[in-house]
């Protein structure tokens, strides 16, 4: 079974670019045949959808973040990041990266990495 | 946007009692297509990603206790916990998978009475 592991700054100023990876083990991105997405959640609060991206490079996003994410994948690499950009204290949460369930980004999301703390503050 | 709301917000049951929670979409999620509700369900524990317990409204993920269950269709779901053990004190989340943006319910904060 595939996991997956989150990496970048805990700490973001503000109006600049968060930028996380979320590294893959256990698997091929390439030959997954699966999305894979990110996820985040504020402190306290509920789950945000930011977008999923399959190996080939297509990508849905959430339209309220959709002017300011983009998700890329390095399947060389054996992983997928996030960048956000502009960003305020608003976007300060736990930022997951996961693995759906299939060949769609309508499947639902099965492993998911355990998650790493995101702060915009100056 | 779909808005998924769930009920109760938070609920204690007592141990091998019954535990319902229930999910309410402003739309349907059943797509017609395949027969499929695109609605899952997640269990959240303090300091843990949510795990995946149901997809499909009603399809157990793998390894999951058989005393989880979810029912329902188009726009009202439930999970069920048949005798609650002290392992599922957890938050629980609905999630859609219809339309884009896929959205989660509140969450349902479930105790032990």
């Known amino acids: 079974q595939p996991q997956l592991q989150e990496s970048g700054p805990g700490l973001v100023k503000p109006s600049e670019t968060l930028s996380l990876t979320c590294t893959v083990s256990?698997?091929?991105?390439?030959?997954?045949?699966?999305?894979w997405g990110w996820i985040r959640q504020p402190p306290g609060k509920g789950l945000e959808w930011i977008g999923s991206?399959?190996?080939?490079?297509?990508?849905y996003y959430n339209p309220s973040l959709k002017s300011r994410v983009t998700i890329s994948v390095d399947a060389s690499q054996n992983r997928f990041s996030l960048n956000l950009t502009s960003v305020t204290a608003a976007d300060t949460a736990v930022y997951y990266c996961?693995?759906?369930?299939?060949?769609?980004?309508?499947?639902?999301?099965?492993?998911w990495g355990q998650g790493t703390l995101v702060t915009v503050s100056s | 946007d779909i808005v998924m709301t769930q009920s109760p917000d938070s609920l204690a049951v007592s141990l091998g009692e019954r535990a319902t929670i229930n999910c309410k979409s402003s739309?349907?999620?059943?797509?017609?297509?395949?027969?499929?509700?695109?609605l899952a369900w997640y269990q959240q524990k303090p300091g843990q990603p949510p795990k995946l317990l149901i997809y499909?409204?009603?399809t157990r993920e793998s390894g999951v206790p058989d005393r989880f269950s979810g029912s329902g269709s188009g726009t009202d779901f439930t999970l069920t916990i048949s005798s609650l053990q002290a392992e599922d004190v957890a938050v629980y989340y609905c999630?859609?998978?219809?339309?884009?943006?896929?959205?989660f319910g509140q969450g349902t904060k479930l105790e032990i009475k």
């Open positions: 996961a693995k759906q369930r299939g060949n769609s980004a309508y499947y639902p999301l099965d492993y």
């Open positions: 256990g698997g091929s991105i390439n030959s997954s045949n699966c999305y």
């Open positions: 991206i399959y190996y080939s490079g297509s990508t």
């Open positions: 739309q349907s999620v059943l797509y017609s297509s395949n027969n499929r509700n695109y």
């Open positions: 499909w409204a009603s």
């Open positions: 999630h859609q998978t219809y339309n884009i943006p896929f959205t």
